[in-house]
C-alpha cells in the first residue's frame, strides 16, 4: 500500500521557519518527482515546488522561490521542505504528491498524502 505521509507542520511566527518532512512508503518512488502543494482556506491546491530522488532537480513557484528549499534522504525515504521567512499568506494545508513525470499541476500526481497544516500568525 502506498503512503505519504507528511509531518512538521504547526504555528508559527511570521518571519520564523518549519521544516515539514514527507516519508514515502509502499513502493519504489525513485523514478518519481516528488511535490509539495498547499491549499489555504477557500483556494485552489497551488503549486510550491517539486524534486527528483536524486536530488538533481528542483523547481519552485515563484512565491516560495529564494525561501523554501526541497530536499531528499533516500536512506530515509523521505523528501523535505525547508521553509524560511514565513510570511502569513503561507498559511494553507501542506501536502505532498508523487508523480512520474514533471509537472507543477495536481492532475500529473499519482499519490497524495493527507496534508499537515501551517499558520503563520502576523
Known amino acids: 500500500q502506498v503512503q505519504l505521509v507528511e509531518s512538521g507542520g504547526g504555528l508559527v511566527q511570521a518571519g520564523g521557519s518549519l521544516r515539514l518532512s514527507c516519508a514515502a512508503s509502499?513502493?519504489?518512488?525513485?523514478?518519481?518527482?516528488m511535490g509539495w502543494f498547499r491549499q489555504a482556506p477557500g483556494k485552489e491546491r497551488a503549486f510550491v515546488g517539486f524534486i527528483n530522488w536524486s536530488g538533481g532537480r528542483t523547481y519552485y513557484s515563484d512565491s516560495v522561490k529564494g525561501r523554501f528549499t526541497i530536499s531528499v534522504d533516500n536512506a530515509k525515504n523521505t523528501v523535505y521542505l525547508q521553509m524560511n521567512s514565513l510570511k502569513p499568506e503561507d498559511t494553507a494545508v501542506y501536502y505532498c504528491a508523487a508523480g512520474r513525470f514533471v509537472a507543477i499541476t495536481t492532475t500529473n500526481y499519482d499519490y497524495w498524502g493527507q496534508g499537515t497544516q501551517v499558520t503563520v500568525s502576523s
Open positions: 509502499g513502493r519504489t518512488f525513485s523514478n518519481y518527482y
